[in-house]
């Protein structure tokens, strides 16, 4: 068996986009707030912010196509009842972040601030409107402007984001968490180069690996192998398909299925793909040859991953492997 681990680790440096290393994103996101707490009307009730999304999780992957984003959350100390209609939240925000240099919408499901670069968009944050009902739930405000007022298309629904962060962050740790976002990093990679649309969510693949994914590093050197732990996840998954379906459940507030948009053909597809890389992922392992078993891989990963010249043939790995199992 040819042992890829270090081209699995190159193409994680190859698709790696975080907050550390993406320093416009970061600036952007610093100068939004600040601009917020300067400018917003007196009248707002006080906030908070925090992050979601890819960057707090620490999965985020350089986008196949469009513009790197990022997800920022507003808290407003506030109760629903206060703010009946909560696009009157979304407008205190839009309102204090306008500038000449940025395009803002209020969306249904946030207030999303674009940069443009000539005539193509270069990045957008994302920001989220909360407040908390009385049982302590926080709450997203849901509406666009242009819905009309007083209808079920302006509402506040059930969300937990905060929540979910931290579910999420402590699932693993050390080295097994390292794993563990590699893998996370891979399927979102393979997901935007081969699934046609829009319907699987990258949460859906999060929490599905925060259920399923127990790592795996060889008995003989304990270092990491990747493409097993990606194999084992995949087969977990596939196991778990219920007729024509797979379900995966949001852990918090609305604990909806992540899935139910998917049409019956798009999850036949999404599993016939599934299956596909689970295949290619177990040819690769059985290669001698490391040039082989990485071009099986690119295939299926895209042209980040990288193929090693044929003379370096027949790297065998560092011995057996061991699931290590989970760590909180």
Same mark, same amino acid.
Request: proline share 5%.
């Given at each position: 068996?040819?042992?890829? @681990?270090?081209?699995? @680790?190159?193409?994680?440096?190859?698709?790696?986009? =975080?907050?550390?290393?993406?320093?416009?994103?970061?600036?952007?996101?610093?100068?939004?707030? $600040?601009?917020?707490?300067?400018?917003?009307?007196?009248?707002?009730?006080?906030?908070?912010?925090?992050? @979601?999304?890819?960057?707090?999780?620490?999965?985020?992957?350089?986008?196949?196509? *469009?513009?790197?984003?990022?997800?920022?959350?507003?808290?407003?100390?506030?109760?629903?009842?206060?703010?009946?209609?909560?696009?009157?939240?979304?407008?205190?925000?839009?309102?204090?972040?306008?500038?000449?240099?940025?395009?803002?919408?209020?969306?249904?499901?946030?207030?999303?601030?674009?940069?443009?670069?000539?005539?193509?968009? $270069?990045?957008?944050? =994302?920001?989220?409107?909360?407040?908390?009902?009385?049982?302590?739930?926080?709450?997203?405000?849901?509406?666009?402007?242009?819905?009309?007022v007083n209808t079920?298309?302006?509402?506040?629904?059930?969300?937990?984001?905060?929540?979910?962060?931290?579910?999420?962050?402590?699932?693993?740790?050390?080295? $097994?968490?390292?794993?563990?976002?590699?893998?996370?990093?891979?399927?979102?990679?393979?997901?935007?180069?081969?699934? *046609?649309?829009?319907?699987?969510?990258?949460?859906?693949?999060?929490?599905?690996?925060?259920?399923?994914?127990?790592?795996?590093?060889?008995?003989? =050197?304990?270092?990491?192998?990747?493409?097993?732990?990606?194999?084992?996840?995949? $087969?977990?998954?596939l196991g778990r398909?219920v007729g024509s379906?797979?379900?995966?459940?949001?852990?918090?507030?609305?604990?909806?299925?992540?899935?139910?948009?998917?049409?019956?053909?798009?999850?036949?597809?999404?599993?016939?793909?599934?299956?596909?890389?689970?295949?290619?992922?177990?040819?690769?392992?059985?290669?001698?040859?490391?040039?082989?078993?990485?071009?099986?891989?690119?295939?299926?990963?895209?042209?980040?991953?990288?193929?090693?010249?044929?003379?370096?043939?027949?790297?065998?790995?560092? *011995?057996?492997?061991?699931?290590?199992?989970?760590?909180?």
């Amino acid at each position: 068996m040819a042992d890829v @681990q270090s081209q699995f @680790q190159e193409f994680h440096k190859n698709i790696l986009l =975080d907050i550390g290393s993406n320093a416009l994103l970061r600036d952007k996101r610093d100068t939004l707030l $600040e601009d917020l707490k300067r400018n917003i009307d007196p009248n707002a009730p006080p906030y908070t912010s925090f992050h @979601q999304g890819s960057y707090e999780l620490s999965t985020g992957v350089i986008p196949v196509s *469009g513009d790197p984003d990022m997800d920022v959350g507003i808290i407003f100390e506030c109760k629903p009842e206060d703010y009946k209609d909560p696009v009157e939240l979304k407008r205190f925000v839009r309102n204090a972040l306008k500038r000449h240099n940025r395009t803002i919408r209020i969306r249904k499901p946030c207030v999303t601030v674009e940069y443009m670069k000539g005539d193509s968009r $270069e990045l957008h944050i =994302d920001m989220a409107i909360y407040c908390t009902d009385s049982a302590g739930v926080t709450q997203l405000a849901r509406g666009r402007e242009t819905d009309p007022v007083n209808t079920e298309y302006r509402f506040w629904e059930a969300s937990e984001a905060k929540k979910l962060n931290g579910i999420i962050i402590n699932a693993f740790s050390g080295k $097994e968490r390292d794993q563990w976002r590699r893998v996370v990093r891979y399927l979102k990679r393979w997901r935007d180069l081969k699934i *046609g649309h829009k319907n699987i969510p990258s949460i859906a693949l999060t929490i599905e690996a925060v259920n399923r994914f127990q790592p795996v590093f060889s008995s003989v =050197d304990d270092k990491p192998r990747d493409l097993i732990a990606l194999r084992d996840l995949l $087969e977990s998954i596939l196991g778990r398909w219920v007729g024509s379906r797979l379900q995966v459940w949001l852990p918090v507030e609305t604990r909806c299925d992540l899935l139910k948009e998917v049409s019956d053909i798009q999850m036949d597809d999404f599993k016939a793909r599934l299956t596909k890389l689970c295949d290619a992922l177990n040819d690769a392992n059985k290669e001698a040859d490391s040039h082989e078993a990485c071009k099986l891989l690119k295939a299926q990963f895209g042209d980040d991953f990288p193929v090693p010249p044929k003379s370096s043939t027949t790297q065998q790995n560092g *011995g057996s492997i061991t699931p290590t199992g989970r760590s909180a």
